[in-house]
């Protein structure tokens, strides 16, 4: 993974920049951007090793990536960082380990109103409920997010939602 390590050097050493003015306030200057530019190369490292398989090396990119947006005070990054987690538990079929990270994840997006965020994660946490035969926890994630993609008009995740509640009924 030589090219990941040139995208993290490039990204921190060189000091990408990562729109300073996006950030919440904890994570403004020139030590947050850097910081943060160097979150956002160990989430795309852990994006990077779950497209090939390697779960493993994800999570701990992503674990490592974390630590760094809850230092910045980076709440929505921090949701896909336990979201990222998470994926990689279910790529290795450690669901029980999966859905404690989908629900921190689901807490921080509740709490920051990104109700389609909160959509997307509670598809994955009924995938996980209804992989472990819990049937009707699974059925309520489903629903959950059935509504909100409805009424964005998302119809791909909505028929996605739908067809696996038509699964778990």
């Known amino acids: 993974m030589r090219s990941a390590a040139a995208l993290l050097w490039i990204l921190v050493v060189v000091g990408a920049t990562v729109g300073v003015g996006a950030l919440s306030s904890p994570a403004r200057g020139e030590e947050g951007a850097r910081r943060a530019a160097e979150a956002r190369a160990l989430t795309d ?60 994840a689901a807490r921080l997006y509740r709490d920051l109103g990104d109700e389609v965020a909160l959509a997307r994660v509670g598809v994955r946490l009924g995938r996980a409920q209804m992989l472990l035969g819990r049937r009707e926890t699974a059925a309520r994630h489903f629903e959950d997010a059935l509504k909100v993609f409805t009424r964005v008009g998302d119809r791909e995740r909505a028929e996605e939602a739908r067809a696996l509640l038509n699964r778990v009924r």
């Open 45 to 104: 490292l852990g994006a990077g090793a779950s497209r090939e398989g390697k779960a493993a090396e994800a999570i701990e990119y992503h674990r490592k990536a974390l630590a760094i947006y809850r230092e910045l005070g980076l709440r929505a990054e921090e949701a896909a960082s336990l979201t990222g987690i998470g994926d990689a538990l279910a790529y290795l079929f450690v669901f029980e380990a999966a859905i404690p990270k989908y629900e921190e």
